[in-house]
């Protein structure tokens, strides 16, 4: 079984500072992994994802996250947060044994202070 | 991009009465859509696949007689609460993948709904 794990319920960085968001991922095979975001009374934007290839995957609004084999890590961050950043952020893991059926993470909370 | 369409946004109905959400890809066929539930500050619980033409698959501990799917089209899906209760209300989130199996998946901006 697939499972997504999300560490921090919530995070704060004061604006300008990097931004983390942490991941890890449990899969029996290869792992497709999303990261979505989602404001207030809204569905889920898509950020970025990781399938294959090179470990930096580059999204979104300036927004990456790095793809860790061994840590089964996929944690997004941004260089320099903004305070339009603040809003729910969901790592999601798709295995291809699983078929279609993303699995969510719990979802961390950004809090960007002006 | 590919859109999911949403509808409504916000509803909210009495105790025992039904509730239809409609789902819709608009630049896009969509054989499977997926239907999920979202509670305060939670994550996204998968309720079930919608597939076209065909009966949905249902998630282990929801009810299909009451969470209703027809998937009648390749462009709609609609979930039907059926004799909503209070514990019924919470945010349903609709979702299909616009391309290929590597594809990430775009969403509605959910219905929040709320039984009174």
């Known amino acids: 079984a697939q499972s997504v794990a999300q560490p921090e319920d919530q995070v704060n960085v004061a604006e300008g500072n990097p931004l983390t968001v942490k991941c890890t991922y449990s899969?029996?095979?290869?792992?497709?992994l999303f990261w979505y975001v989602q404001y207030p009374n809204r569905g889920l934007q898509f950020l970025l994802k990781?399938?294959?290839?090179?470990?930096l995957v580059k999204g979104s609004y300036g927004f990456e996250a790095e793809f860790n084999k061994s840590q089964t890590s996929f944690h997004l961050k941004k260089p320099s947060a903004l305070v339009s950043d603040s809003a729910l952020y969901f790592c999601?893991?798709?295995?291809?044994?699983?078929?279609?059926?993303?699995?969510f993470g719990g979802g961390t909370r950004v809090l960007v202070k002006p | 991009g590919a859109v999911v369409s949403q509808h409504p946004s916000r509803v909210i109905c009495k105790s025992g009465t039904s509730v239809k959400i409609e789902c819709r890809s608009l630049?896009?066929?969509?054989?499977?859509m997926f239907w999920y539930r979202q509670f305060p500050k939670q994550s996204l619980m998968l309720m079930a696949t919608?597939?076209?033409?065909?009966?949905?698959?249902?998630e282990q501990g929801v009810e299909k007689d009451k969470f209703l799917i027809n998937h009648a089209s390749l462009t709609l899906s609609t979930l039907t609460v059926t004799s909503a209760h209070p514990e019924d209300s919470s945010f349903y989130i609709c979702?299909?993948?616009?391309?290929?199996?590597?594809?990430?998946?775009?969403f509605g901006s959910g219905t929040r709904l709320t039984v009174v």
């Open positions: 979702s299909a993948r616009p391309g290929r199996e590597v594809d990430g998946y775009t």
């Open positions: 899969v029996s095979g290869n792992p497709y």
């Open positions: 990781y399938i294959t290839g090179d470990n």
């Open positions: 999601a893991v798709r295995e291809k044994a699983a078929g279609n059926k993303l699995t």
């Open positions: 630049d896009f066929q969509a054989t499977t």
């Open positions: 919608s597939n076209e033409g065909s009966k949905a698959t249902y």
